[in-house]
């Protein structure tokens, strides 16, 4: 008789019935999971997956990225190994308690300014080279919408979104779901007068996707650094 060994999450790893299956990919969310990476329920069906997390960084240039919705610290952590300086905003406490965690586990904590606060109210304040918006997409159930619309983004409609994050600068990033209105993402770029450049991008983790990135303005076609 053989024994087949099934590994399974333990209950201080924040899973629920709804996350399990998100256990199964840590690898893939997280390379270094296993020293010590946190995370809770919104954060295992939140969290960028760290290949695309790593491209996010390596279209953002060298300078100061403002992560407007940071979570757990996926994208936060990778913005850090590759750029100057990064300001990680989430209004949950605890996701901010969790994103340092992490963040020291890849040994970065100290390029990341965290701030618990609401992005829209600290927006007018905020200086960067580059704004990058991953906010929430009400939850797991977007995949369930034959079109993603973008006044389904949370806690606002991505337009006034957009609007605010360029107020900051033009060279905004926006990971958004798969099945998301691809005409509405385009409107966004004529928002600005001039339109601003526009890149999509197809993000696939092996063979599956699993999101998409517009970058607009000076960051839009610029070759990885
Ligand atoms: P998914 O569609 O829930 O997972 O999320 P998956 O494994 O593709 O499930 P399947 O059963 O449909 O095949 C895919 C990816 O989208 C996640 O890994 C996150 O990076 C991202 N994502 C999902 N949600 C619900 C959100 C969200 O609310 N906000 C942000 N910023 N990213 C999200
Ligand atoms: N990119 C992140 C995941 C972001 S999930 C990662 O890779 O880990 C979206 C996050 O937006 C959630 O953690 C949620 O707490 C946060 N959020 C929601 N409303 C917000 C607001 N008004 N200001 C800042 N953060 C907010």
């Given at each position: ?31 270094r999971y296993d020293d010590g990476i946190k995370m809770d329920e919104e ?183």
């Open positions: 008789m053989s024994l087949v060994k099934v590994s399974r999450p333990s209950a201080s790893e924040g899973i629920s019935p709804r996350t399990a299956k998100y256990w199964y990919h840590r690898y893939s969310l997280f390379s954060g295992w069906f939140s969290v960028t997956p760290e290949d695309i997390a790593v491209r996010h960084a390596e279209r953002s240039g060298t300078g100061t990225v403002i992560d407007c919705f940071s979570g757990v610290g996926g994208n936060a952590i990778q913005f850090a190994r590759r750029c100057y300086h990064v300001v990680a905003i989430d209004i949950d406490p605890q996701k901010v308690e969790l994103a340092f965690n992490n963040a020291k586990i890849y040994g970065v904590e100290d390029y990341i300014d965290f701030i618990v606060g609401d992005f829209f109210q600290l927006a007018p304040f905020l200086k960067g080279d580059v704004v990058f918006l991953s906010p929430p997409w009400g939850g797991p159930t977007y995949s369930t919408i034959d079109t993603f619309t973008l006044d389904l983004l949370k806690p606002k409609d991505g337009y006034s979104m957009f609007q605010v994050a360029q107020k900051i600068t033009h060279n905004i990033i926006m990971f958004l779901p798969r099945n998301v209105d691809l005409n509405q993402v385009e409107e966004l770029s004529w928002l600005s007068s001039p339109p601003l450049n526009l890149e999509i991008e197809d993000n696939y983790v092996e063979s599956y996707l699993k999101g998409i990135t517009a970058y607009f303005g000076d960051i839009a076609w610029r070759s990885p650094t």
